[in-house]
């Protein structure tokens, strides 16, 4: 490879690591679609947007880019006031004329294709219609109904860069993939289970409410995006949760059916989560059974036990760490499993740690 190819190379590997670490940022809030980024740069190497897909049937992260890239190249902000897919894209068709022909665009996943069906218009057409000069690609499209949109791109006459494709790239597919993870387990199985462990520094998980109150809001999000909300007999009979959406900051605020593993038949129905409305409770004995009958997002909370029990079929273990002491803790994790920690990020007091297990990566 050549000394220019090799730069090129880490330029892209660079940009490309900017939208993984934004894309992170909407992991599980736009399921079922998957999290993703894109930047764009101007002519001169000057980032004009980085903008991450939001939730299911809003605009992709492409439209958005393209939408805050043609308003600082342009002045025209009109453009910013546009919520739906279709019509900031139109807007750019109508607009933009050859204002993005020396841009690139650096994308964590394949531009969806001209023969996707969606709530959205395609943005590999869209990016083969404004001319843009170059596309880098994180990630392919294993969605049989929106992939192709790389080839679309170079047979349009697009320079188009496949991280897959590049040896000095291939830790950034790699990334990309893992970020791609709960999409990739609801394409491929129908459904995508994360267990959800919050502790201590010095791994205490009883005492009281542990994570702090930003904490508590992300989880409520993703409460509102699950399909399924799994905990145990032992979690309803000592803590009686709600298990409810009320701090979430997503619209609209929706409490997830529940599934309560325990082998108590006769458990109390006296906890406050039975007395939430449009919502189904579940009462189950059996994991196995309880498992291959569900489909869509699985979040589980609970301890220790219920995480023993449920590690075999666990995608991700999102462990919410806060940077606190209980000197009385009797209770801490018990578990023998190995994980590969695959990212991080710090919402509020506490750290996020997402874990795969290592047979699973």
Known sequence: MSGKRLQN?????????????????????????????????????????????????KPHAEILALQKAYANLSG????????????????????????????????SLEPCSSLKCGKTPSCA???????????????????????????????????????????????????????????????????????????RLNGSINGGQISSKAAQIQMHNYRTKANYLLTSGKTIRIDKPTLDVRFSTLQPKKSPNIIILTSDKNLAKNAPLFDIPDREVKIAHDINSTLNGLKGFVMCEGGAGLLTTLHPFVDILLVILNPSINANFSLTMQLNQSFSFVHQEQIGEDLFLWLVPKQKE
């Not at 939208?19 to 894109?38: D, G, R, Y």
């Open 9 to 57: 190379s880490h330029k892209d590997e660079f940009y490309l690591n900017l939208c993984l670490q934004n894309a992170w940022k909407n992991q599980l809030i736009t399921l079922p679609n998957p999290a993703v980024s894109a930047l764009i740069l101007d002519k001169y190497g000057a980032i004009l947007s980085l903008e991450s897909h939001q939730e299911c049937g």
């Open 125 to 199: 057409n869209l990016l083969k219609l404004l001319k843009i000069k170059r596309v880098v690609i994180a990630a392919q499209d294993i969605n049989k109904t929106a992939k192709g949109g790389a080839e679309e791109l170079e047979q349009s006459g697009i320079a188009v860069t496949k991280a897959w494709q590049v040896e000095n790239l291939t830790s950034i597919n790699q990334k990309a993939n893992t970020l791609l993870l709960p999409f990739k387990a609801l394409q491929t199985k129908g459904k995508f289970i994360l267990y959800k462990y919050a502790c």
């Open 76 to 107: 025209d902000c009109a453009i910013l006031s546009l919520k739906d897919s279709t019509q900031i894209h139109n807007y750019l068709l109508k607009h933009s004329k050859n204002l993005f022909c020396d841009s690139t665009i650096y994308v």
